[in-house]
């Protein structure tokens, strides 16, 4: 019996050191201290989005974290550029006799970020595969979109955030040069009297800098 009740009273010793608090007597008052530990970090959020009426964008699941299907496209603008994922009625077709075509759906951006100083944000965008035939188009509107930057150093500047939650709306695309020289995606697109397609596949890379 002697062995049992001395192990039972080192457990219940061993049980009060473990869950041992403040306690009080004689003062109606007890403060008990607690210490919070966390290391705080900044944080960048940016999200792509339709466009009221567009449909064009569909999140991807990254990456890419999002993707744009456009169907047939030429650089004369005869195709709508419509696919099952990209409605003919938000694409808007743009050509210029001698020069090509455009293939531009609206979009918004929302940046949020937080424990920046002084709390506004730079948004620069460029391009991975461009080339004189095929490139990616970028702008405020449809009509003044102009080609995005290829170069990872040199990017395009999409917008300069002055407020955290801010968003923008803008005109992304294709433009389709009407000449018949030249290569798409690293394929050529030959010329002729037959018909020719080439597949076309890019990644554009936004960046968020706060400033």
Not at 85 to 101: D, E, F, H, L, Q
Not at 148 to 158: F, H, K, M, R
């Amino acid at each position: 019996m002697r062995r049992i009740l001395t192990a039972t009273i080192l457990v219940l010793l061993f049980a009060s050191v473990a869950f041992a608090g403040t306690t009080t007597t004689a003062n109606p008052n007890l403060s008990t201290t607690l210490q919070i530990n966390a290391t705080v970090q900044t944080a960048i959020s940016f999200t792509l989005q339709n466009a009221a009426g567009s449909n064009c964008i569909v999140a991807g699941g990254g990456p890419p974290d999002y993707q744009i299907t456009f169907g047939n496209v030429d650089g004369l603008g005869l195709g709508t550029g419509a696919s099952a994922s990209c409605v003919g009625a938000n694409i808007t077709v743009t050509k210029t006799v001698g020069t090509g075509a455009t293939y531009m759906v609206p979009y918004t951006y929302t940046v949020h970020f937080s424990g920046f100083t002084p709390g506004t944000a730079k948004v620069t965008a460029y391009s991975s595969n461009q080339s004189s035939v095929v490139a990616v188009y970028e702008g405020t509107t449809a009509a003044g979109a102009t080609l995005l930057s290829q170069t990872v150093g040199t990017p395009t500047t999409i917008g300069t955030i002055a407020t955290n939650t801010t968003s923008a709306t803008r005109y992304i695309g294709l433009f389709v040069a009407e000449s018949n020289a030249g290569t798409g995606n690293g394929a050529a697109l030959p010329g002729g009297p037959t018909t020719e397609t080439s597949a076309y596949t890019t990644t554009v890379t936004y960046v968020v800098t706060p400033q």
